[in-house]
């Protein structure tokens, strides 16, 4: 392997990049939660939980977590100056009507169309749909985060057609993963940013539909995602 994949940190990092200034954002539960520990200077952009906060800041230092001020993971925050915190049906009236610009989760595949399946997988556990399908029905943009391009089983995750239940129809614009920055067009997956030394062929044979190579795709490089 002549490529080094990007780390979570790396893709949060690269993500926080592409978030406008003065957006409001939502954060989902695992790791688009690291997002919040990327600040981009010269720039602001407003983070919300589902739980009820906006204005979230990066993780707490050890030894300062305020058990009270927790995301929608139960984990450990900080709230910035001039944040606030609410009731959770207030957090959800500002989903569903339409005031969050990114909502950033993760998902378990993502067709070409844009179709999303983020909340239910094969086997006993239960599955819990959370506020994933109010967030990818009420936010203006939707951003994906994948760990790994591909499943620990191989399985493929961008695919021609989700095959696991859905949670949203046609509503991902955008895909970071370990491997690369695709977005979703008319016209499928498209490649604007690419691990350096890692092939098209490369990453096509770890997607399971077609992708194109954008005019001028930028190089990724792990500890950096520059």
Same mark, same amino acid.
């Given at each position: 392997m002549n490529y080094q =994949? #990007?780390? $979570?940190?790396d893709i949060a990092r690269r993500v926080a990049r592409d978030i406008p200034n003065g957006a409001y954002v939502n954060l989902g539960i695992g790791m688009p939660m690291? *997002?919040? !520990? +990327? =600040?981009?200077p010269g720039r602001e952009f407003v983070l919300h939980s589902e739980n009820g906060l906006l204005g979230m800041g990066p993780a707490p230092a050890a030894g300062e977590e305020d058990q009270d001020l927790v995301n929608a993971g139960k984990q450990p925050v900080t709230i910035l100056p001039g944040g606030s915190y609410f009731h959770h049906a207030d957090s959800f009236a500002m989903i569903r009507g339409g005031h969050i610009d990114v909502s950033i989760l993760g998902a378990y595949q993502v067709a070409a169309n844009g179709d999303l399946a983020n909340w239910a997988l094969p086997g006993p556990k239960p599955p819990a749909v959370g506020g994933a399908m109010d967030l990818v029905a009420g936010a203006r943009q939707v951003w994906v985060m994948l760990s790994t391009h591909v499943a620990k089983d191989g $399985? +493929?995750? #961008?695919? $021609?057609?989700? !095959?696991l239940p859905l949670t949203g #129809? $046609?509503?991902?614009?955008? *895909?970071?993963? !370990?491997?690369?920055v695709i977005d979703i067009t008319p016209h499928g997956f498209v490649v604007t940013d690419m691990v350096a030394g890692l092939s098209l062929e490369e990453l096509q044979a770890k997607t399971g539909a077609p992708i194109q #190579?954008? !005019?001028g795709c930028r190089p990724l490089r792990a500890n950096r995602a520059a």
């Open positions: =994949p #990007l780390s $979570a940190e690291l *997002v919040a !520990d +990327h =600040p981009v $399985a +493929h995750k #961008l695919v $021609a057609r989700c !095959d #129809l $046609a509503c991902v614009d955008r *895909v970071y993963s !370990d491997l690369a #190579l954008a !005019d």
